[in-house]
């Protein structure tokens, strides 16, 4: 288990807990262009959302862990907890629609009191579940039967990894957290998880350790696969790389570790027109733990709610959201640098 | 002092594509060729990356150090496979030296008594 956790940025009062400081600091930074100039020369500006396919929601701040590139700035010492009745207003919306996925995160998702009630009554709804996984969290005293809850429900798991060795992983994550995340994965490969032929999917979810964007996607998926066969026996189906956007501790590391500046004009010189049509904003609804309604989980955290009168899950109106138009700042340019980045991982 | 007046300065790695604004058909070739042997193939793009980063080690070339460095973090490696693969690169430089001792051997047995 995650040992030596810092405290969150809110716990510590932290200058850059505001998101309205975090948009200012990035504002301040010497760079080419802003991200509406980058897309209007890409031809893509304003940016639409395509078909809702998939509802994220975030059931709350609440982790068990305090990694230094969180961009929730999760932790032990968060209170925020999506409430029951939210949760219900959440599966009246997906009721009245087409949409097929829900991705669940947090936090930790699974340490919200309704997780269990709330992935039961949305698989009672036939919707294909995706549980943003820390791991650790299943190694847990109360938690450790939720891989068995997950494989009975069938409840694709998206865990995060940052490297397949333990230096890196701890580094980012905290000391123990890499072995206790094989520990979790031994277990969920052992009711069939990552076998191919179960049906139980588990997905592993890398960000850079550090100021620089990810790899290839398929050439470390391959490495992965390889690696932690070899070492641990272990087996997963996919990998997904997600740059790591310069908010909230990301962004106070950038800054105390000298990197800011370079990092995001490293990200406005990455700009690939081609990742726009797959960016997460355009496909995926985002739900905050209070019910408001954001772009991403990005915009969530920096309070950016959606540029629309449904501001909330509560008066969900899909057609009048379709009309909208998605928020954008310079945070945006590191879901399009390079091979750009998403809850799916690469787009490109 | 003129920071133009050092050798090395690291804002030029930025500007490596400035070599093919003259004979730029010399420039396509080499930078096509060099995009290809770092394609994943029966070595990994990482493993690749361990090597060249190992080799501006032993060439001691600044800009490559600093491009490889990035460039293995990004293909996956840690800082421990980094330091392996530098130690492999002075193992080889030092063996290297050590190895031609024998050369001074054999040249100080054919003049010694």
Redesign the interface.
Same mark, same amino acid.
């Given at each position: 288990m995650a040992r030596g956790t810092l405290p969150s940025l809110a716990a510590r009062g932290a200058p850059l807990s505001s998101p309205a400081a975090q948009l200012a600091r990035l504002r301040a930074v010497p760079i080419d262009r802003e991200f509406p100039e980058a897309l209007t020369r890409a031809g893509r500006w304003p940016l639409r959302p395509s078909r809702l396919e998939i509802l994220q929601i975030n059931v709350g701040k609440v982790c068990n862990q305090t990694c230094r590139h969180c961009h929730v700035d999760a932790g032990p010492d968060r209170t925020e907890s999506m409430s029951r009745e939210t949760m219900e207003q959440c599966l009246r919306a997906l009721a009245g629609t087409e949409i097929a996925t829900v991705d669940l995160t947090g936090g930790a998702p699974e340490l919200n009191p309704h997780f269990r009630w709330l992935v039961e009554e949305l698989r009672g709804l036939g919707l294909h579940v995706m549980d943003r996984c820390n791991l650790t969290v299943l190694q847990t005293a109360p938690h450790r039967d939720l891989v068995d809850f997950f494989a009975r429900h069938r409840v694709e798991v998206v865990a995060s990894l940052p490297h397949v060795r333990a230096l890196g992983t701890d580094r980012q994550r905290g000391e123990g957290v890499y072995e206790a995340s094989i520990a979790a994965l031994k277990r969920l490969n052992a009711v069939g998880y990552g076998d191919g032929r179960s049906g139980l999917r588990l997905v592993l979810v890398t960000n850079p350790v550090g100021a620089f964007l990810p790899g290839n996607q398929a050439s470390l998926e391959a490495e992965w696969k390889r690696e932690l066969f070899r070492v641990h026996g272990i087996r997963f189906d996919a990998l997904y790389t997600l740059a790591n956007l310069p908010i909230s501790r990301f962004l106070e590391w950038l800054e105390t570790s000298g990197n800011l500046e370079s990092y995001l004009q490293h990200l406005v010189q990455a700009f690939n027109p081609a990742t726009v049509p797959g960016l997460m904003c355009r496909n995926t609804l985002s739900v905050g733990w209070d019910g408001r309604l954001y772009d991403c989980d990005f915009n969530q955290m920096l309070e950016l709610g959606v540029d629309s009168p449904v501001g909330h899950i509560a008066r969900f109106d899909l057609a009048a959201l379709e009309q909208r138009e998605v928020r954008v700042a310079r945070h945006c340019f590191g879901c399009t640098a390079g091979a750009g980045s998403s809850c799916g991982g690469a787009v490109t | 002092m003129d920071p133009r007046l050092h050798y090395f300065h690291c804002d030029d790695l930025q500007r490596f594509p400035e070599i093919g604004e003259n004979r730029g058909d010399l420039a396509k070739k080499f930078f096509d060729w060099y995009g290809a042997v770092f394609a &994943?193939g029966a070595l990994?793009? #990482?493993e690749k990356s361990l090597i060249a980063l190992a080799v501006a080690h032993a060439v001691q070339c600044p800009y490559c150090i600093e491009a490889y460095s990035? &460039?293995a *973090? #990004? =293909?996956?490696a &840690? *800082? &421990? =496979?980094m330091t392996e693969a530098v130690h492999v690169a002075a193992a080889i430089r030092g063996g290297s030296s050590l190895m031609h001792g024998v050369q001074m051997r054999n040249h100080a047995e054919r003049l010694g008594m």
């Open positions: - | &994943d990994s793009a #990482r990035t &460039d *973090l #990004r =293909q996956g &840690d *800082l &421990d =496979q």
